[in-house]
């Protein structure tokens, strides 16, 4: 089971490491192999390819000898917390380079959770990329997970400099996406009567988290008792609303990922550089449905919750801190993609980044469009080729792109919401692992 995985969860994601304590020390000393930075050319597609350190961090550049003219930068997820500094090449690298775009990635000079550094190097590859080959006629700046992060601040931070872009996976909401992590760990404690305090103990996922699972049901997350239906409602709600795919999400990241979700609890709350506690939910107003009035058993809960409140200091508001804040100062044409039943960077992102947008007066530059998985970053080519060429036309021809009202709730909730983007050809991880079957969601309607 654990080989389903890892493309899904290890291969762009970060994980309850990025909430781990910080620690006062001398700087990592972080460090690129360069004998790892030479990549080959594909099969029939003649290139120009370049590779090196700059500014501390590698990178890869490519660029076809029919060269359009234009550039796609990459901005790649969370690497851990290791030492060893490495870079992806583009995943749309086959239909870039076959339609004459040149694409670049930065490793970043840091590993761990870390949006600010990776904005910066990506936006220092971008003008390195431009004294070497030339100031490109359009450039365009994709990334996924924390890389979506990245794509957004460099959006908002230069827009002179990048003429479209394109987060998928993005954790567009920054230090929601942690205080996410926090709701559904201290919702847990509370609804299934363990009540222990954040930050957990040493013995949080070994003894605690068991025991939390038993008082949700008697076959967590399958069978639930009343506290955990409660809790699976929270959660709903927490992460995007009633939306298509949240029931095969909730088993995916509760049962198939084990205790992932749990251990995204680990820690104290303090992120890498960045002193004191960035996590909060003093603000937050729990309820178990979507009812606006609050239920009697919704007020209990309000009250018997932990509350934790964040540090002035921890959560900048402004500027390129460690997790940099996405304003929603939206200057250049962005279209972002999400999966419906992510719980990991839940589809929530999505919608507070778009409200952000709205209020600073920018909405015209955000469409977000729904597919329909449970994975964290799982698009098929076909999704990725689709909304990059959309956003292309938009910059291009002035042709804004269709997307879902994600701010509806009641177009959220609809059966077929989010079927308009996804991909209804290629198999998914229910199709391919049999065992994976129950997490099959109803069908879209045919294209």
């Known amino acids: 089971m654990k080989k389903t995985l890892v493309p899904i969860v290890a291969a762009l994601a970060f994980s309850a490491s990025a909430l781990q304590p910080a620690v006062a020390a001398p700087p990592p000393a972080y460090y690129v192999d360069e004998a790892k930075l030479p990549f080959a050319a594909l099969p029939g597609l003649d290139t120009q390819r370049a ?20 550039l796609v930068m990459w901005a790649h997820g969370y690497r851990g917390t290791g030492l060893e500094l490495t870079v992806d090449n ?14 670049a990635a930065s490793s970043y000079s840091r590993n761990a959770y870390d949006p600010s550094q990776g904005a910066k190097d990506t936006h220092a590859l971008t003008k390195l990329f431009n004294g070497r080959f030339g100031k490109p006629v359009r450039t365009y700046i994709t990334g996924a997970s924390m890389g979506g992060h990245i794509t957004a601040v460099v959006a908002e931070q230069w827009p002179a400099s990048y003429d479209g872009a394109m987060p998928i996976c993005g954790v567009l909401g920054d230090y929601e996406l942690f205080d996410y992590f926090l709701d559904f760990n201290l919702a ?13 103990g040493p013995d949080y996922l070994t003894s605690v988290v068991p025991a939390t699972k038993a008082g949700l049901g008697p076959a967590f997350p399958f069978a639930l008792n009343a506290a955990g239906t409660n809790f699976k409602a929270l959660v709903q709600l927490r992460s995007g609303g009633v939306r298509p795919l949240f029931d095969q999400g909730w088993l995916y990241w509760n049962a198939v990922a084990g205790d992932f979700l749990f251990g995204l609890g680990v820690g104290d709350g303090t992120l890498p550089r960045q002193p004191g506690v960035a996590v909060q939910n003093s603000d937050v107003t729990y309820q178990f449905d979507a009812l606006p009035a609050l239920t009697p058993a919704e007020d209990a809960f309000n009250i018997a919750i932990q509350r934790v409140q964040a540090d002035p ?5 402004n500027g390129l801190a460690n997790v940099t804040p996405t304003t929603g100062t939206l200057k250049i044409p962005t279209l972002s993609l999400h999966t419906l039943g992510d719980l990991f960077v839940p589809f929530h992102m999505e919608q507070e980044y778009a409200r952000r947008v709205a209020a600073k007066g920018y909405a015209q530059n955000f469409v977000s469009r729904a597919t329909r998985d449970v994975g964290h970053c799982t698009f098929t080519p076909t999704e990725l080729v689709q909304t990059f060429t959309d956003l292309v036309k938009w910059v291009e021809q002035g042709t804004k792109p269709a997307g879902d009202a994600i701010l509806d709730p009641a177009a959220v909730a609809s059966p077929n919401f989010g079927c308009t983007y996804t991909d209804k050809v290629t198999p998914r991880l229910w199709d391919t692992v049999p065992q994976l079957a129950f997490l099959k969601p109803p069908a879209c309607p045919a294209p």
């Open 51 to 70: 590779w090196g350190v700059h500014n501390g961090a590698g990178y890869r550049i490519e660029v076809p000898m029919n060269w359009n003219g234009k």
């Open 313 to 317: 200091q921890a959560r900048r508001n």
């Open 90 to 103: 583009h995943p749309l690298r086959p239909f870039l380079l076959a339609n004459g775009y040149a694409w």
């Open 188 to 200: 847990a404690q509370t609804l299934s009567g363990q009540n222990q305090l954040y930050p957990f």
